[in-house]
């Protein structure tokens, strides 16, 4: 039997669409999930009359491959994966390859790729971003790992790939050993980010001034077609006009208010701190997911402690443009934070990060695909060692837009005024005064670490170590 060029494990619905687009564009497939049960309703379903190989013993999966095997792991990140990755490697040959696509911690990536090297497997933590239409039609592709294994896999990835607007390919290779899901974790990062400063305006727009999901609908639609437009603005917009067909009542209103969360925002956050890099929209996103799963303790606490009226009763269209500016200077500030977290990382874990690069294979496939990814490109484009957006030259101009800045402030303002929690927006604006600070006031918190701990402190006009004079 003519063997499959590519094996993909793991049946549900990520790896299924992924081994579908893998078909889609000319290849034959070899299928394996652990429960054999959805292997077969895949055949029988969605693969029928196509191009695959399905197997139910791991043995017959691998015996099903052509050599080198190509194997890409679509299975539950963390346990399910070393799991799988131990069932399998053991039928691997020298110079096989093995692909995690899924949501795997950099470290547990590294890990994985030691281990199998000793068998002289090529392990290509690779991060996957965009769903199921994303694996389906196309996603945004950020293979790391052996690049010898990339070597081997670029046009089958490139097939698989998004293709952006401007007819990028979405697919780039990363860097070695976990720089992959690293970046696929910082993308993440940044998707909780936007998503929380989206939802903080649909708060305020939904409490503060009162709109209706549709109402609400036209606004951000009319900011999606500018320069907010993006993957996230979409869905929200969309997502505002779904109707309940039980009840006839817009969907969002039935909707409890408890985020879920699968750990890639907190890696996020937790490798922030690790490298010392500020990322506060984030960490912010992070913090208001887990208030957010706290429904019940809010509810108790409701009734307690009373706020402020929410309601705003002055010129409307002034907040409305307000809350515009103010999320699209945090979102420039989540993929602000994200990139210096990459950068940082590379630096540290010397991963030779191509920050433009990265920027640029966003642009399509991704869930933080947006407009704003365009000028960030240019950035690196003008100068692929910047530091952070906020120095460069045309994204200081919007961000030290007086204009912009006022309203920014005005909204997160506006919010505090009104008991209206936008951590995440003010999260940004703080990101953007910190930044800009040169002074802060941590030559206070030198003298109280002195004072209790005689930690020393650096002094402005001589150089040296010091402590308070006793
Ligand atoms: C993507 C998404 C994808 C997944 C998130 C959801 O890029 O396609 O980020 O990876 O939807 O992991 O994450 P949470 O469950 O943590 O929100």
């Not at 490139?158 to 899901?181: L, N």
């Not at 940044?190 to 036209?218: C, Q």
């Amino acid at each position: 039997m003519e063997k499959a060029q590519i094996g993909v494990v793991g049946m549900e619905v990520m790896g299924k669409n992924l081994a579908l687009n893998i078909e889609d564009k000319g290849y034959k497939v070899a299928v394996f999930n652990r429960t054999g049960s959805k292997t077969e309703r895949f055949i029988e379903n969605e693969a029928s009359g196509k191009n695959f190989i399905p197997s139910y013993k791991i043995e017959d999966f691998v015996n099903s491959l052509e050599t080198p095997r190509k194997v890409w792991l679509m299975v539950k990140a963390g346990f399910g994966t070393d799991a799988m990755i131990g069932q399998i490697s053991p039928y691997l040959s020298e110079g096989d390859i093995m692909i995690d696509g899924g949501n795997s911690h950099f470290k547990d990536t590294e890990r994985r790729e030691e281990e199998l090297k000793k068998g002289g497997i090529l392990y290509a933590g690779s991060g996957v971003s965009g769903g199921e239409e994303g694996a389906r039609y196309g996603p945004c592709l950020m293979p790391g790992g052996a690049s010898a294994a990339y070597d081997q896999l670029e046009t089958i990835f490139k097939k698989v790939a998004a293709v952006a607007d401007d007819g990028t390919v979405c697919v780039f290779y990363i860097g070695e050993r976990g720089a992959g899901h690293f970046v696929k974790t910082t993308h993440n990062g940044i998707e909780y980010a936007i998503m929380e400063s989206i939802s903080e305006v649909y708060n305020v727009l939904k409490n503060a001034l009162k709109m209706s999901p549709e109402e609400m609908r036209g606004v951000m639609a009319e900011w999606e077609d500018e320069k907010l437009g993006g993957y996230l603005m979409e869905i929200t917009v969309d997502g505002l006009g779904i109707i309940d067909p039980d009840t006839g009542n817009p969907l969002i209103d039935l909707i409890l208010d408890k985020a879920g969360q699968k750990g890639t925002g907190k890696w996020t956050s937790q490798s922030a701190a690790d490298l010392g890099e500020p990322v506060p929209t984030i960490d912010a996103a992070l913090s208001a997911r887990f208030m957010s799963a706290k429904k019940e303790e809010r509810v108790k606490a409701s009734k307690l402690v009373h706020g402020p009226s929410e309601t705003y009763d002055e010129d409307k269209d002034i907040i409305i443009k307000s809350l515009r500016d103010a999320l699209y200077g945090s979102m420039i500030v989540s993929y602000a934070q994200g990139l210096a977290l990459l950068r940082a990382a590379s630096i540290e874990y010397d991963y030779k990060l191509d920050l433009k690069e990265i920027a640029n294979i966003w642009k399509g496939g991704c869930i933080i695909r947006s407009k704003l990814l365009f000028p960030i490109v240019e950035a690196f484009e003008r100068n692929p060692d910047l530091i952070n957006l906020i120095f460069d030259p045309e994204f200081s101009k919007v961000i030290g837009d007086w204009g912009m800045q006022t309203n920014w402030r005005l909204a997160v303002k506006t919010a505090l005024d009104l008991g209206i929690p936008v951590p995440a927006l003010q999260a940004s604006l703080t990101y953007v005064d910190s930044y800009r600070s040169a002074f802060l006031p941590a030559n206070m918190i030198q003298l109280q670490r002195d004072i209790f701990g005689a930690h020393g402190f650096k002094r402005l006009d001589k150089e040296g170590d010091f402590h308070i004079p006793k």
